[in-house]
């Protein structure tokens, strides 16, 4: 589990990014996990991963708000008192949908943003880490962070002047490659790479120290081996 000092309080309100979460309304949420969690507890793991992320997002100086792209009532509540701003998945198209769509929300009042798509399922972020992400992107006009099986995407940002075209999904970071965004490539930013799927990434994600949501639920719910 995170310390209280790993989890600042924003020094920097103006902040520079804004950050676009997409999250699944809760009953169809991280439908892998259940094998491992079961199905009861998995539409809760991914609130709680949800709101790790979020409240480590919000804490990262670089960061200005938090967008969240839900349907899911619940979801929504829950991270609005973390602080973020919510808006519903009205093009309701699918991921990549939901996420240029959060992106228009953040630039229509604000049209020189940077954006940021950063996945809801990284339960051991750091803000810090999170920091090092967006000072490299920042150099360049689109950037993408491969998951941590190096297949997927966890974060892709666009500067002001380009449009972030998501991509996610699958085999997504070849795809981000291929479109001309650059690969962030640098060491020691583990916990913006570790989304949760199956029972076996949360344990790594465990190993690297969870934030509070997800250590209070899991201390309750004993892992299975994945099936």
């Known amino acids: ?5 790993e989890i600042a309080t924003n020094t920097d309100p103006a902040g520079t990014w804004s950050l676009v979460v997409p999250l699944k ?13 079961g199905e009861r507890s998995r539409p809760r793991l991914a609130l709680a991963f949800a709101q790790d992320t979020v409240a480590a997002a919000l804490s990262c100086d670089r960061v200005r708000d938090v967008v969240v792209v839900t349907d899911d009532a619940v979801a929504g509540a829950a991270l609005s008192a973390l602080g973020a701003r919510i808006v519903p998945d009205a093009p309701a198209a699918g991921l990549n949908a939901a996420l240029a769509y959060g992106a228009h929300a953040v630039r229509t ?3 020189g943003s940077p954006v940021a798509a950063l996945n809801a399922d990284l339960p051991a972020l750091r ?11 920042s150099a360049f006009p689109r950037a993408f962070l491969r998951d941590a099986a190096g297949i997927g995407t966890t974060f892709l940002a666009c500067a002001e002047g380009t449009e ?6 699958g085999r997504s970071a070849a795809r981000h490659l291929a479109s001309g965004a ?3 490539a640098l060491p020691g930013v583990d916990s913006v790479r570790r989304d949760v799927d199956t029972g076996e990434d949360l344990r790594v994600a465990l190993a690297l120290g969870v934030g509070p949501h997800t250590a209070r639920l899991e ?7 994945d099936r």
């Open 127 to 137: 803000p810090l880490e999170l920091a090092r992400v967006l000072d490299f992107a």
């Open 25 to 37: 309304p809760l009953a169809r949420a991280k439908s892998r996990l259940g094998r491992a969690a």
């Open 182 to 184: 650059v690969e962030i």
């Open 109 to 111: 009042p604000a049209p």
């Open 219 to 225: 201390a309750a719910l004993p892992l299975t081996p």
């Open 164 to 169: 972030l075209r998501p991509a996610f999904g």
């Open 1 to 5: 589990m995170r310390t209280e000092g």
